[in-house]
Nanobody, 122 residues
């Protein structure tokens, strides 16, 4: 069974930093892209950062220059380093694994983590 477990969320003051981590487990053979999304109540979930397995990165305009996504393919981990945090970054952050292929399977599926709360407030 595939599991995505996020960690690293919490309360931080404006201008501060946090590092989110996401561990993917469960007989993983390969993962296409690993992404971070965020959602605030009453709004759609939005893509924050994406990193396919070719190493390219994509960021939402609102976080460019402040957030950095990285991944460790050997450990099936993805990270989001967040700096210069603003109150508007407050949200639940979700890890997303795109096209996960398991050993012994021919079908790839997508998976979401359970989310981790990030609150930016003084």
């Amino acid at each position: 069974q595939v599991q995505l477990v996020e960690s690293g969320g919490g309360l931080v003051q404006p201008g501060g930093s946090l590092r989110l981590s996401c561990a993917v487990s469960g007989g993983i053979r390969s993962i296409n892209a690993m992404d971070w999304y965020r959602q605030v109540p009453g709004k759609q979930r939005e893509l924050v950062a994406s990193m396919p397995n070719d190493g390219r990165t994509t960021y939402a305009d609102s976080v460019k220059g402040r957030f950095t996504i990285s991944r460790d393919n050997a450990k099936n981990m993805v990270y989001l380093q967040m700096s210069s945090l603003k109150p508007e970054d407050t949200a639940v952050y979700y890890c997303y694994a795109d096209q996960v292929l398991l050993y012994g399977s021919i079908w790839a599926k997508n998976y979401w983590g359970q989310g981790t709360q990030v609150t930016v407030s003084s």
